[in-house]
């Protein structure tokens, strides 16, 4: 028999039709590479849930043919789910130095640096996993040491771009490598996979550098304390305030965790510079004048334990908000978060201070690319085949427009859901069926242990409350021995609802008279059917009812 040629297969395993949670995975022959591994935030349904990770039971089933994850940059969305899933599948881990200078940090807190192989990879740097060489190209980001991907196969090269934009005017470094890219299509390109974030918006994203011009004029005659919240991983963000605050001689005060690790790991390894004597301790800046601090803080999106947000409900231990203080809020709030973020504007202006926000502003600039710069990129990579990643399923629509418009087939783009696998050989290009895929939750320290029957359990409880009856029974007749005691949690006052309690009481008995002698699965379904009923005509609510049955 004639041996039959290996397909190289894509799988997203996350971040399509969503925003975060990215990972894709790139299968040919015997061979896998792990690109990216982040977690996405909870939606506002997922109630008590801390985090949300890609689920990799695929990957688990395909453990020894895995050559290694690929890190492009190290934002939460593309590096968080690791030291979950490193845990399930340790392999190596390949990423630039910053990059890979902020996992570690991550790696510590789950105590798995010791048994975690990180290897770092230059910028224009090419490594072999296999059959792939993944070429690392140099991006713009709202993260420093941003990598595209040139990932070279056997039936052609891969043009991955993760989060980008172009940037011709970089705070540090040189810009975009485009002339990578060009001699990339001029060479040939199987499969372009581009970031589709801002595939809605007109135009360009502006450059980094006008924030820094922004932020100059603001802070210019600031008579009281400067408050900037900003992402804690745009180290170029930060690099223009710490600068904005040399010049301005104000000293400079961390606040929250995130800011404050993300800092340390940037100035280590030189991605950030000031003089050693610009930084305080939080817990000293009443030792100063106001018009001489400046705080640099997490809380950008109103997250509720965040430090900007506990300075404006004055729960932070070493900030009050205090009349004359200017606060910048150095970003857009994620979809989702406005209200948080809305909040947050609100208590801050009762408290005194002046607060900028990015429409009052331009003291914020998006990280991904507008529709000018993805059309740039389509022309220079010329690909035989594009997949829109990274976005809601409305941005990958915009942006496989974007290419229908630049004369690509609607039969040679693919919008993906996340575990759908894309075939391709060297002319041709299907999607071959699905791989096991979905989100899985950590709450607390339960990793998967919360599924969407307890997420509905906690709806349920936050719309309607629950009703407990406590129903105690004689063992030898199973006759009631007593009036069934009703507890209340969210549905009703007890105290002022004698009547319809009363009510409940006389259903209940009714309910275990018709099937006395019963098995306990049926006594305790018809008090949750006949109560159920009789609430909702009372009410028009449906509380959750526990029955609980004691026999003595």
């Avoid at 603001?218 to 009281?224: E, L, R």
């Avoid at 900030?319 to 208590?347: H, Q, R, W």
Wanted: aromatic residues 6%.
């Amino acid at each position: 028999m004639r041996k039959t040629k290996s397909r190289l297969r894509v799988i997203p395993l996350g971040g399509l039709g969503e925003i975060g949670k990215n990972i894709t995975v790139f299968e040919y022959g015997e061979d896998i590479v792990i690109v990216d591994c982040g977690i996405a935030f909870p939606e506002d349904e997922m109630m008590g849930i801390d985090l949300v990770l890609p689920d990799i039971t695929y990957l688990k089933s395909k453990k020894d043919k895995i050559k290694g994850i690929v890190l492009t940059h190290g934002h939460e969305d593309h590096i968080g789910a690791l030291p979950y899933v490193l845990k399930e599948i340790n392999v190596p881990v390949f990423g630039t130095k910053l990059t890979l200078g902020l996992l570690k940090n991550k790696l510590e807190e789950h105590r798995m640096l010791a048994d975690t192989e990180l290897q770092t990879v230059q910028l224009g740097q090419t490594i072999e996993l296999g059959s792939f060489q993944v070429e690392f190209i140099h991006s713009s980001h709202s993260i420093a040491d941003a990598a595209a991907l040139a990932i070279h196969t056997p039936l052609g090269v891969i043009v991955h771009t993760s989060d980008f934009k172009v940037d011709y005017t970089p705070i540090e470094g040189a810009p975009i490598n485009l002339a990578r890219f060009a001699a990339l299509g001029k060479k040939g390109v199987l499969l372009l996979m581009a970031d589709s974030t801002n595939a809605e918006r007109e135009g360009y994203t502006m450059s980094e550098r006008t924030v820094g011009e922004s932020f100059e004029r603001i802070f210019a005659n600031v008579p009281g304390r400067a408050i900037v919240a900003t992402f804690a991983s745009n180290i170029h963000r930060v690099q223009q305030i710490l600068n904005v605050a040399i010049n301005t001689d104000r000293k400079v005060a961390l606040s929250g965790r995130s800011m404050i690790n993300v800092v340390n790991v940037a100035l280590e390894l030189g991605y950030l510079s000031a003089p050693e004597d610009t930084f305080i301790d939080i817990k000293d800046i009443n030792k100063y004048p106001a018009d001489r601090l400046m705080i640099i803080t997490t809380g950008s999106q109103g997250e509720p334990l965040a430090a900007l947000s506990r300075m404006a409900a004055s729960t932070h231990r070493q900030v009050e908000i205090v009349p004359g203080d200017l606060v910048v809020i150095s970003a857009t709030p994620i979809p989702g978060n406005e209200k948080m973020v809305s909040n947050n504007v609100n208590m801050l202006f009762e408290k005194g201070a002046n607060v900028i926000y990015e429409s009052l502003e331009d003291i914020h600039v998006s990280g991904h690319a507008c529709q000018e710069e993805l059309k740039l990129i389509h022309r220079l990579v010329q690909p035989k085949f594009f997949m829109p990643v990274h976005g809601e399923y409305k941005h990958l629509h915009h942006h496989a427009l974007l290419a229908e418009e630049l004369g690509m087939s609607p039969e040679d783009i693919f919008i993906m859901d996340i575990g759908s696998v894309l075939e391709l050989d060297a002319s041709s290009a299907k999607i071959a069926g699905k791989v096991p895929s979905g989100k899985v939750f950590v709450d607390g320290l339960g990793v998967g242990d919360v599924g969407n029957i307890v997420l509905r359990d906690r709806k349920h409880l936050s719309q309607d409350g629950m009703v407990i009856i406590m129903i105690t029974i004689d063992k030898e007749t199973g006759v009631l021995t007593s009036n069934p005691d009703i507890i209340s949690r969210g549905f009703i006052y007890v105290r002022e609802s004698e009547d319809l309690m009363a009510e409940m009481k006389n259903i209940v008995k009714n309910a275990l008279s018709e099937c006395q002698g019963k098995d306990w699965s049926t006594m305790k379904n018809n008090v949750k059917k006949l109560l159920g009923e009789h609430l909702y005509v009372k009410t028009k609510r449906k509380p959750m009812i526990l029955p609980i049955i004691i026999e003595i």
